[in-house]
């Protein structure tokens, strides 16, 4: 009989444990099964910064921000069915400003209409906003800051609120769980939170949504701004003249209201299948229809026509939305504010949904 090789057994024992049999290992006793080669990513690219040598601070905001992520997306997760609108505007608009009285109205409209309102969470508009829609029917996505006491916060301690430090994770939330947008007038951070949310949009980053920039009357704050972005932007061919249907500027809380409300009258949602743009609505175009939508919409096709179809393979395996009827197209990506012209033809379409009803839920995991 062969003698025992000590020397290999040794080594055997003594080996580097493999990373990725750990990691299955710990999926198992934690019980993960839902999703799971998501977290198992999530698992090994921690390991894979705790290995790299970086630098403690990177390591730091790394964990924080995932921590941040986490605690928004378990407080957004139970009202995931809810239609939501996300408020933007300034933080030093007093009680007696003309703008408060706006913020209060529209969003006592929105929440009227069955939509709730998603805010920073903080005093000016963003407290006139959660007065107009109800403590009930708000959330709140405030950011840590040293100047500002949270104190006197309508979501102080409400369970539909969350504190972040950083401002990337929190306009991440303020922006994936909605599906309409008003931004009142405000100053840098509402700005910024204006012009992220357009270009998410015109470049396809971001799912199709309605956008409001809502004034009050007599005063033209975004009439201001917007009058800059035709004069510089558009004359300079920076941006496209289509682009200027990503948004509406008005100075009206009914017609904001609408805008939101009626971007949902057809229109249900939207899904890449491979380089094939499917759009999900309530009621489909007839045969007269979908030749109308062909000659003012052929640009948007890269090839072929726009055409009525049933749920792709795709969507067939995902059950995705399957009631729904389609059109789908190759869509040239770079025609974005064509797509939401296209979008309001279908929403023009007769026997549509009425007016004002919710939006569905959003598909799991939101937009990409």
Partial sequence: MPERDETTTQSDETATPDPAVLIEELLDATGVTVARQHVRRLVAEALAMGTSGLDELDLKIASAALTEMREAFAMFAPHRADPKVTVFGSARVRPDDPLYAQGRLVTSLLAGAGWKVITGAGPGLMTAAIE??????????????????????????????????????????????????????????????????????????????????????????????????????????????????????????????????????????????GDLLVIRLHRAPDEAQLAALNREFADLCTKGAIDVIGPTRAEQGDRDRLHHPRVALRFNPRKQGRLRQLIDALNRLPNRRPAGSPPPSPPPGGPG
């Fill in 132 to 273: 107009g829609a109800g403590r009930e029917h708000s959330f709140g996505v405030n950011i840590r800051l040293p100047f500002e006491n949270r104190s006197g916060s309508l979501l102080l301690d409400d369970a539909k609120s969350v504190a972040m430090k950083y401002f990337f994770t929190r306009k991440l939330m303020l922006i994936k769980e909605s599906k309409g947008f008003v931004c009142l007038p405000g100053g840098f951070g509402t700005l910024d939170e204006m012009f992220e949310l357009l270009t998410l949009t015109q470049t396809g980053k971001g799912v199709p949504v309605p956008i409001v920039l809502l004034d009050t009357p007599g005063d033209p704050y975004w009439e201001g701004i917007i009058g800059w972005v035709e004069d510089q932007l558009v004359a300079r061919g920076l941006i496209s003249a289509e682009d200027r249907s990503l948004y509406l500027v008005t100075d009206s809380a009914e017609r904001a209201c609408a805008e939101i409300t009626g971007f949902y009258a057809n229109f249900e949602s939207i899904r890449w299948v």
